[in-house]
């Protein structure tokens, strides 16, 4: 089936068209340029591999973990495409791409997996994922203290995710083990990859009711549940 996927779930993001065993991925660059480059980076990755943006059967998106603003890009990109086009919506949990990408890599199949992003002023937006014969049971985000987290983590455990970036050292100095780095940081191609046997299976999304997976509330809301002085 032919499938676009988008990243913007990071400050640097990915696209992607497949079809088949063919693949075509245009990377996004940073943050600030995500929602400049992103319809001419899908439109040329669908291009490369003979079709149209219109042509496309499945859009899937990675609707977080990360920022507001990356990810209300992606999201907002992805529910166009499937409006415009016609053709079915797949949101696709960041945690669930960074725990494929591990058992790919380090053929991780069994202990539970500690994954985190990095979520800004010392906190980490943390998940578990166990495989199941289904796919991967993610346990609900939490936001917490990096330093609770890390404490908090049994002997030994096996964590990944876009926060070893900065935690990898003292994770490893407190005997965890780490994924390989290739698998910390989920992409667009393996989004697609996640995406299309659900799509095929019917596991679709509705545009007008998909939302982003914040890694924090917005300041705004913050403030508003902070109790008067």
Not at 106 to 131: C, E, F, M, N, S
Request: hydrophobic share 50%; aromatic share 6%; net charge negative.
């Amino acid at each position: 089936m032919r499938t676009i996927a988008i990243d913007t779930s990071l400050a640097s993001g990915s696209v992607a068209a497949c079809d088949g065993s063919r693949l075509a991925v245009r990377p996004l660059g940073e943050a600030t340029g995500h929602a400049r480059l992103l319809a001419s980076a899908v439109t040329a990755a669908a291009a490369e591999l003979g079709w149209r943006l219109a042509d496309a059967e499945v859009v899937a998106v990675i609707r977080g973990p990360g920022s507001f603003t990356g990810l209300r890009v992606g999201v907002a990109a992805a529910k166009a495409i499937a409006w415009a086009s016609g053709c079915r919506l797949v949101g696709v949990s960041g945690f669930e791409v960074v725990a494929a990408e591990t058992a790919a890599t380090a053929g991780w199949h069994g202990q539970p997996l500690a994954i985190a992003w990095d979520a800004g002023r010392g906190d980490v937006y943390a998940a578990t994922a166990r495989k199941t014969d289904g796919g991967w049971q993610v346990s609900p985000g939490v936001l917490q203290a990096a330093d609770d987290w890390i404490a908090g983590l049994p002997t030994g455990s096996l964590v990944a995710g876009p926060a070893l970036n900065l935690l990898g050292e003292r994770l490893s100095a407190a005997g965890h083990h780490l994924a390989p780095e290739s698998a910390w940081h989920p992409t667009a191609a393996a989004a697609a990859a996640l995406a299309l046997p659900r799509a095929i299976a019917g596991q679709t999304d509705d545009p007008a009711t998909l939302l982003p997976e914040y890694a924090r509330p917005s300041y705004a809301d913050e403030r508003a549940g902070q109790p008067k002085a």
